[in-house]
């Protein structure tokens, strides 16, 4: 395994995994999680791509979030459940080159570069608020139960958000297979099902001193954290947006039927008819929308870096990526609803299972409110009010 060391490889690679991926997406879609993707997950790690954010200075090639957001766009259009897998792996990567150690980074970003993905266990359930957490590290052993724990099932080490003795945010990094550490594959749900982000439990847990990081005070200073790991989730909108579109004109072009209706006015094909033109070409324009505005957002990345000069630069980085996951959020969703109402009702038959776009959209669409992106960027613009300094903007 090579990790690619510019765009041109890398690109190259998810190029290749795609190619991979694609052909078992609708099977992984249908086990769901009875069936662990294992294979599937194996590509991915053996790709090299895991290791292309590794900063220079610790032996990685630091490549920007251009690379990083067009190579997650190409795997999400072959398989959008797999893209998600590592989408917490690099926002660890990212923590650990701005908080990390000098001995913790050497040890992780080595395994990384070797293939090694870092799972997450960051999200709880119950208590008022999000960051109401019940997981806890006391005398360096870590004790708590995580939900959503995306990638952690098949990955080498999981990072995990908890509270330290005085009630401070901590990210702890644990192996995978250490004692006390169980995953389970009980992630049900109506898309992005091969995921398999279930259930992570921690009993007492040995955690190294090296391996545990003020995760606090990551969100005390202006970040761009929040903001590339939003840019992933903006990709994989996009990459199944995209998808939709593909399928939408594969179908229309091999498959469908001209309506009744068409037919008396001329259509000898589906795609004769005006308005299966006019609604294609209304949402191929608004797939390119997001795909610009993709691409937009992680120049801007690009151009403050991974540390922000200030808080300025910090909320332009935030709200650019915000404009983009909110719109790719809306048009993915769009894009699985109106492949059938071009299609027709054939293009419902569960053989082609098309509508896992739909499904994977709307679950992944809703790991956070886009409504909330609006706002802030309104506010913003009308009221000078700088975003929220947090892991969701």
Same mark, same amino acid.
């Given at each position: 395994?090579?990790?690619?060391?510019?765009?041109?490889?890398?690109?190259?690679?998810?190029?290749?995994?795609?190619?991979?991926?694609?052909?078992?997406?609708?099977?992984?879609?249908?086990?769901?999680?009875?069936?662990?993707?294992?294979?599937?997950?194996?590509?991915?790690?053996?790709?090299?791509?895991?290791?292309?954010?590794?900063?220079?200075?610790?032996?990685?090639?630091?490549?920007?979030?251009?690379?990083?957001?067009?190579?997650?766009?190409?795997?999400?259009?072959?398989?959008?459940?797999?893209?998600?897998?590592?989408?917490?792996?690099?926002?660890?990567?990212?923590?650990?080159?701005?908080?990390?150690?000098?001995?913790?980074?050497?040890? !992780?970003?080595?395994?990384?570069?070797?293939?090694?993905?870092?799972?997450?266990?960051?999200?709880?359930?119950?208590?008022?608020?999000?960051?109401?957490?019940?997981?806890?590290?006391?005398?360096?052993?870590?004790?708590?139960?995580?939900? $959503?724990?995306?990638?952690?099932?098949?990955?080498?080490?999981?990072?995990?958000?908890?509270?330290?003795?005085?009630?401070?945010?901590?990210?702890?990094?644990?192996?995978?297979?250490?004692?006390?550490?169980?995953?389970?594959?009980?992630?049900?749900?109506?898309?992005?099902?091969?995921?398999?982000?279930?259930?992570?439990?921690?009993?007492?847990?040995?955690?190294?001193?090296?391996?545990?990081?003020?995760?606090?005070?990551? $969100?005390?200073?202006?970040?761009?954290?929040?903001?590339?790991?939003?840019?992933?989730?903006?990709?994989?909108?996009?990459?199944?947006?995209?998808?939709?579109?593909?399928?939408?004109?594969?179908?229309?072009?091999?498959?469908?039927?001209?309506?009744?209706?068409?037919?008396?006015?001329?259509?000898?094909?589906?795609?004769?008819?005006?308005?299966?033109? $006019?609604?294609?070409?209304?949402?191929?324009?608004?797939?390119?929308?997001?795909?610009?505005?993709?691409?937009?957002?992680?120049?801007?990345?690009?151009? !403050?870096?991974?540390?922000?000069?200030?808080?300025?630069?910090?909320?332009?980085?935030?709200?650019?990526?915000?404009?983009?996951?909110?719109?790719?959020?809306?048009?993915?969703?769009?894009?699985?609803?109106?492949?059938?109402?071009?299609?027709?009702?054939?293009?419902?038959?569960?053989? $082609?299972?098309?509508?896992?776009?739909?499904?994977?959209?709307?679950?992944?669409?809703?790991?956070?409110?886009?409504?909330?992106?609006?706002?802030?960027?309104?506010?913003?613009?009308?009221?000078?009010?700088?975003?929220?300094?947090?892991?969701?903007?």
């Amino acid at each position: 395994m090579a990790v690619p060391q510019n765009h041109e490889e890398a690109i190259t690679a998810a190029r290749r995994l795609a190619e991979v991926l694609e052909p078992g997406a609708i099977r992984r879609d249908r086990d769901g999680a009875t069936v662990v993707p294992v294979e599937a997950v194996a590509a991915l790690d053996a790709s090299g791509l895991l290791g292309i954010t590794v900063p220079r200075s610790e032996g990685g090639p630091g490549l920007g979030m251009g690379t990083l957001a067009e190579a997650i766009r190409i795997i999400a259009a072959a398989d959008p459940a797999i893209a998600q897998v590592p989408q917490g792996h690099f926002l660890i990567v990212d923590v650990l080159a701005v908080h990390g150690t000098a001995e913790t980074r050497k040890r !992780i970003f080595g395994e990384v570069l070797a293939g090694r993905r870092i799972g997450n266990a960051l999200a709880e359930r119950g208590g008022k608020h999000a960051q109401d957490l019940r997981t806890a590290i006391s005398d360096g052993r870590l004790d708590g139960v995580k939900y $959503y724990t995306t990638g952690a099932l098949t990955s080498a080490w999981i990072a995990v958000s908890a509270l330290d003795e005085n009630g401070r945010l901590v990210l702890a990094i644990v192996p995978r297979d250490a004692e006390g550490v169980s995953v389970d594959s009980d992630w049900d749900t109506v898309g992005q099902r091969a995921t398999i982000s279930g259930t992570a439990t921690f009993r007492s847990v040995p955690v190294e001193p090296g391996m545990r990081i003020d995760y606090a005070h990551a $969100y005390e200073v202006p970040q761009q954290l929040g903001a590339r790991a939003q840019l992933v989730h903006t990709a994989i909108e996009v990459g199944i947006a995209g998808a939709a579109q593909r399928d939408a004109r594969w179908y229309l072009r091999d498959k469908a039927r001209p309506s009744t209706e068409a037919i008396r006015h001329g259509a000898a094909a589906a795609v004769d008819d005006p308005h299966v033109r $006019y609604r294609y070409g209304r949402l191929a324009s608004r797939v390119r929308a997001a795909e610009a505005l993709l691409e937009s957002a992680a120049r801007t990345l690009d151009g !403050i870096g991974l540390v922000p000069a200030d808080a300025e630069a910090a909320a332009r980085g935030s709200l650019a990526v915000a404009a983009a996951k909110a719109f790719a959020s809306e048009i993915a969703v769009e894009a699985g609803s109106e492949l059938f109402a071009l299609c027709g009702t054939s293009s419902a038959a569960a053989k $082609y299972d098309l509508d896992r776009h739909w499904r994977n959209a709307r679950t992944h669409s809703v790991h956070d409110p886009v409504d909330w992106k609006y706002a802030h960027i309104a506010a913003y613009d009308l009221a000078d009010q700088l975003p929220p300094n947090h892991g969701q903007l």
